[in-house]
């Protein structure tokens, strides 16, 4: 069954704590993306990868790491300098950088 | 920087309506465009695809039209099902780019 696989669906962290969210594929996508979302807001992009090991900033990284060394795997480490880390994690694959699937995404909240 | 606006942000309408949901975007140096759907919680669905060089695309009882020079994309739904619920958002990528700029969407409500 292809598609992509985020996990856990929710996901909660206490303060001062990295966290990981995990992104896998099995559709052979070259290019893989993080977004978040927060209610009422569109999506912001984080990073994003077009090619194995390598990986460039989005619009919000500030707080977040990622990596890439399998071209199936994209996980994002939600750091503790990201201060206000709640909100609707989404993962998406495009095969050619245009059109984009995506998980059925991870609900963070801070305890 | 550009900019993707939806008017509404919601709309609520009885089914077997047709109806219009419109996306604007400031700068019209645009590569595409796509509409995508989004139920509560989950992720998105792609509906349709219009690059820059195109008029319009249709799916089923979808049809996206694109105006590059004005900046405007309208999503037009056909005979409206209580399903279409869900909430619609339009994005747009820079050319050269591969970074997609969402609007904050439009929910709608289909009511049987």
């Known amino acids: 069954d292809g598609g992509i696989t985020q996990s856990p669906k929710y996901l909660f962290r206490k303060e001062g704590q990295n966290v990981t969210l995990s992104c896998e594929q099995n559709l052979n996508h070259d290019a893989m993306y993080w977004y978040r979302q927060d209610p009422g807001q569109g999506l912001r992009l984080i990073y994003y990868?077009?090619?194995?090991?390598?990986?460039q900033k989005g619009d919000i990284a500030e707080g977040y790491s990622v990596s890439r060394e399998k071209k199936e795997s994209f996980p994002l480490t939600v750091t503790s300098a990201q201060k206000n880390p709640t909100a609707f994690y989404l993962c998406?694959?495009?095969?050619?950088?245009?059109?984009?699937?995506f998980g059925s995404g991870t609900q963070l909240s801070v305890l | 920087k550009q900019e993707v606006t939806q008017i509404p942000a919601a709309l609520s309408v009885p089914e077997g309506e047709n109806l219009v949901l419109n996306c604007s975007f400031t700068d019209s140096a645009i590569y595409n465009l796509q509409w995508f759907r989004q139920d509560p919680g989950k992720g998105l669905t792609s509906l349709l695809l219009i690059q820059s060089s195109q008029r319009e695309q249709t799916s089923g009882r979808l049809n996206a039209s694109l105006d590059k020079s004005s900046g405007r994309s309208t999503l037009y739904i056909a005979a409206s099902q209580p399903g279409d619920s869900a909430t619609y958002l339009c994005a747009v990528s820079g050319a050269g780019s591969y970074q997609l700029t969402f609007g904050k969407g439009t929910k709608l409500s289909v009511i049987p």
């Open positions: 998406a694959s495009s095969p050619d950088s245009e059109k984009l699937f």
């Open positions: 990868s077009q090619i194995v090991n390598d990986f």
